[in-house]
């Protein structure tokens, strides 16, 4: 049987970065059929969980220039040079623990893991230091649920949404402001 991870990323401290982590924690015993892990920003560390699964469906805020919500299907290639400079630049600039999402599946991949990997989000409207995340992003959340279920349905998971979603401002409106 396929292990399925929907893993929440981002950082919540900076607004609509934190899209993610909310997520994941607004799933937690409502995603029927995968594991839901809310990682925050926890860089390299994170692979000691991402190995162990089959499918992985990150949940995050993506700096993308389209509107709407996005979902990617990624490709790794432990042969392009690109993602190399890439992933050693990140480790120079941020170390080890700072990681981004790219670089760390990357890594996966280098480690003779390959999971089906896929990629929800939309793009920030605010990152800058506040709790939550903006009003026009929590309007899409619904719509990332859609997506989220759509991805997950050949790999028999099931997204209780209703409960998803009421869960999602329950996360919200507990948050501590700083």
């Given at each position: 049987?396929?292990?399925?991870?929907?893993?929440?990323?981002?950082?919540?401290?900076?607004?609509d970065d934190g899209l993610g982590s909310y997520?994941?924690?607004?799933?937690?015993?409502?995603?029927?059929?995968?594991?839901?892990?809310?990682?925050?920003?926890?860089?390299?560390?994170?692979?000691?969980?991402?190995?162990?699964?089959?499918?992985?469906?990150?949940?995050?805020?993506?700096?993308?220039?389209?509107?709407?919500?996005?979902?990617?299907?990624?490709?790794?290639n432990e042969g392009d040079t690109d993602q190399?400079?890439?992933?050693?630049?990140?480790?120079?600039?941020?170390?080890?623990?700072?990681?981004?999402?790219?670089?760390?599946?990357?890594?996966l991949k280098l480690m003779g893991y390959s999971?089906?990997?896929?990629?929800?989000?939309?793009?920030?409207?605010?990152?800058?230091?506040?709790?939550?995340?903006?009003?026009?992003?929590?309007?899409?959340?619904?719509?990332?649920?859609?997506?989220?279920?759509?991805?997950?349905?050949?790999?028999?998971?099931?997204?209780?949404?209703?409960?998803?979603?009421?869960?999602?401002?329950?996360?919200?409106?507990?948050?501590?402001?700083?």
């Amino acid at each position: 049987m396929m292990r399925v991870g929907i893993i929440g990323v981002g950082n919540r401290i900076m607004g609509d970065d934190g899209l993610g982590s909310y997520l994941a924690q607004a799933l937690y015993g409502n995603a029927e059929g995968a594991e839901v892990i809310d990682l925050g920003s926890a860089g390299i560390n994170a692979i000691d969980y991402l190995k162990e699964f089959d499918v992985i469906v990150i949940l995050d805020a993506v700096a993308v220039d389209q509107e709407g919500v996005f979902v990617s299907e990624e490709k790794i290639n432990e042969g392009d040079t690109d993602q190399v400079t890439s992933t050693v630049l990140d480790m120079e600039i941020s170390g080890s623990h700072g990681l981004g999402i790219q670089s760390t599946l990357f890594i996966l991949k280098l480690m003779g893991y390959s999971p089906k990997i896929y990629i929800i989000g939309h793009k920030p409207y605010v990152l800058e230091p506040m709790s939550g995340i903006s009003e026009k992003l929590r309007e899409k959340v619904p719509q990332i649920l859609d997506i989220l279920q759509e991805v997950l349905k050949p790999y028999n998971v099931k997204i209780n949404k209703d409960r998803t979603l009421k869960a999602f401002q329950e996360v919200l409106s507990s948050d501590r402001p700083f």
